[in-house]
């Protein structure tokens, strides 16, 4: 089977599952790209597919010049390292990884020097396994509260990646804890965190706990591409 084919079967997952949790609202499917070289990239954009998530700056910078012809919005879902926000700002729209003040603050200055507006996401860890990224969720709102009161920066929602495990009970617990914090954060009314809307939750193996939990964009890497090489 092609990438296209997986890509249009992932595509059926999300609407059987946005349909299973009675949701009228759009799920937006964001394709995880890591280590995928641009050609296998460009065939998926060439049908239109129009949202893409990069996880390190250095492939990011490698392929999107190639991919200019393909409208489509970049994301960056990896860690980001300081000084690398300029580079990634060339190329991605959104940084959905961000985990500190001092992140938000030096994306807020490479902004404003660029002359545009940033959207952004706050990562929480939800799973509180230590080999992932993202604030912890006591964190969060504090966080959340600061971006919004950076110029250049456009808070747009939360992103977790969720518990490594096949426990459903345990992984939803996660995503529906994002979820609340979500909900905490638009209740709050802190200036600049009202459009703080979006859930980026759920990958290939739970897209359908996380829709189930309210995801508005779920990130597909290995249901498009297939396993990565070890
Ligand atoms: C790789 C990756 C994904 C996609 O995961 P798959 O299991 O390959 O679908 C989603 N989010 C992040 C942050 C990733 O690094």
């Given at each position: ?15 059987a ?14 394709l ?12 998926v954009?060439q ?14 910078a ?13 994301h960056?879902i ?37 002359q ?13 396994e ?19 009161t ?9 992103m977790?990646?969720?518990?490594n ?32 809307r979006?859930l980026?939750?759920?990958m ?16 597909i890497?290995?249901?498009?591409f ?5």
């Amino acid at each position: 089977m092609s990438d296209v084919e997986r890509l249009e079967q992932m595509r059926a997952r999300i609407t059987a599952a946005t349909r299973a949790a009675a949701r009228t609202d759009q799920v937006r499917l964001l394709l995880a790209v890591k280590t995928q070289p641009t050609d296998r990239i460009a065939t998926v954009l060439q049908t239109g597919h129009d949202l893409i998530g990069h996880n390190r700056v250095q492939e990011m910078a490698a392929s999107e010049p190639d991919l200019i012809d393909y409208p489509h919005e970049v994301h960056m879902i990896g860690r980001l390292q300081s000084n690398k926000v300029n580079a990634a700002l060339r190329f991605a729209t959104c940084i959905q990884s961000v985990d500190s003040p001092r992140l938000a603050d030096r994306l807020d200055r490479s902004a404003q020097n660029a002359q545009h507006q940033v959207d952004v996401f706050v990562q929480v860890n939800v799973s509180d396994e230590d080999t992932k990224g993202g604030v912890r969720p006591d964190e969060a709102e504090e966080l959340c509260r600061h971006i919004g009161t950076l110029e250049h920066l456009h808070l747009r929602g939360l992103m977790t990646i969720g518990a490594n495990s096949t426990d459903e009970t345990r992984v939803r617990a996660g995503y529906r804890e994002l979820g609340r914090l979500r909900d905490a954060v638009l209740a709050s009314g802190a200036p600049g965190t009202e459009a703080a809307r979006e859930l980026s939750m759920g990958m290939s193996a739970d897209l359908e706990w996380a829709i189930a939990e309210g995801a508005t964009m779920v990130r597909i890497g290995t249901g498009v591409f297939g396993e990565r090489p070890a």
